[in-house]
């Protein structure tokens, strides 16, 4: 037994959340520790003292040891291993590695991320690339249906497939692992968009064997925000490049990636302090208990809701965020009832739209206690 309690006084006060608000929505930004934080002003104050030191002459070792940390909890190899501001600067970066010619395709699930397929939007517009959803269903009962949904996307002009690891609006957790091994059996690239991955989940990227991983370690790993990372296949290193070119083009991923101007870098340096705080906390008890959070919430909000769950209740499936369907809302309603639901009852929780349908999603962190969630079900029974 963990000697915590999720949501106790001591468990919040390690935040600087708003305590009047019930801030149900860890997945789209994470929330940092007063402690990561603290360590990361120190890591400023360290760099305004002497600037040249820091930023010219120690970054690239200090980086290298951070590397190291980061890519044991990742379980990769660290040459391959790059920091970027977010997972959005390593979906772009995978892209620009690409030739791309016209007709070539993009496999990316129709629960994609809207920003990644604005993304592909651009290389349509660039190149007169196409992009092919996989039709993943939702309600969905088995891993297999994922993989058919890839695999009936898959052509013979994909030159990439996107795998989310875990979907945005509706919170699922893809199987990486299948989905990987499908695209190389076809020859095709992959590109794993584990955005939410990183401390939500155990992550081995020796096994899985993209060709490209990133995630975001400002989420689930708590690190301050600007914080994420690209692991690149030693087949595509000389090939995969920042959007940003600077000093040390043509010097390696690191070089490349970590200078692409001048910038704080303390975000990256402040990592270690981020997974010290969750190793303390103990990493599987932190995910047993945020997944029970939001277990106990799913099924509070479908019963309120009169709908039903829309994936099996297993952790292969969802970790610590969920989603349940909103039959009353239509899906363009979301930005404003999340918003209303702030200013008229102070929750914070997202309202998503995958496929015309609108979703509440939910997210348990350990500065949650259940009855937040049972206020926002009892709520949502009546609320419009
Ligand atoms: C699947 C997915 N990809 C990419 C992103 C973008 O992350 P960031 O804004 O940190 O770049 C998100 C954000 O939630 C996401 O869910």
Redesign the pocket.
Same mark, same amino acid.
Request: no cysteine.
């Given at each position: 037994m963990q000697p915590w309690t999720t949501g106790s006084p001591a468990l919040v006060a390690e935040w600087g959340l708003d305590p009047t608000v019930d801030y149900l929505n860890h997945? @789209?930004f994470g929330a940092t520790p007063r402690t990561v934080l603290a360590v990361q002003t120190a890591l400023r104050e360290e760099m305004e003292r002497e600037l040249i030191l820091f930023l010219a002459r120690q970054l690239p070792a200090r980086l290298d040891a951070v590397r190291a940390r980061v890519a044991a909890f990742l379980d990769c190899d660290a040459p391959g291993l790059v920091f970027v501001p977010?997972?959005?600067?390593g979906?772009q970066a995978a892209l620009d590695a690409i030739d791309w010619l016209p007709g070539d395709e993009v496999v990316h699930a129709d629960h994609?991320?809207g920003?990644?397929k604005r993304a592909l939007l651009r290389l349509e517009h660039r190149f007169g690339v196409r992009q092919v959803p996989a039709v993943v269903p939702f309600p969905i009962e088995r891993a297999e249906q994922v993989v058919e949904a890839f695999a009936a996307a898959i052509g013979p002009r994909t030159r990439l497939v996107i795998v989310?690891?875990?979907? @945005?609006a509706t919170a699922l957790i893809l199987p990486a692992a299948e989905l990987v091994a499908l695209a190389r059996a076809r020859g095709v690239p992959v590109l794993v968009?584990g955005?939410?991955a990183p401390g939500l989940l155990p992550l081995s990227i020796a096994s899985l064997v993209p060709d490209f991983y990133t995630g975001?370690l400002?989420?689930w790993v708590c690190a301050p925000k600007g914080a994420?990372v690209l692991w690149i296949h030693p087949d595509w290193r000389r090939r995969a490049h920042p959007t940003v070119t600077s000093h040390g083009y043509g010097l390696g991923p690191a070089p490349e990636f970590e200078w692409t101007g001048t910038f704080d870098p303390t975000a990256w340096l402040a990592v270690p302090a981020a997974l010290d705080k969750l190793e303390a906390f103990g990493l599987e008890a932190v995910r047993a208990s945020n997944h029970g959070l939001v277990q106990e919430g799913r099924a509070r909000l479908a019963h309120a809701l009169g709908t039903e769950l829309p994936h099996p209740d297993s952790r292969d499936w969802y970790g610590p965020m969920a989603a349940v369907h909103v039959p009353w809302a239509q899906a363009g309603q979301g930005p404003e009832l999340t918003a209303r639901l702030y200013e008229e009852h102070r929750i914070e929780v997202p309202f998503t739209a995958y496929d015309s349908r609108c979703f509440v999603r939910i997210s348990g962190q350990l500065y949650n206690r259940p009855e937040q969630y049972v206020r926002l079900a009892d709520l949502l029974r009546t609320w419009r």
């Open positions: 997945g @789209s977010n997972a959005t600067h979906v994609g991320y920003a990644v989310d690891h875990i979907t @945005s968009d955005a939410h975001n400002h989420k994420a």
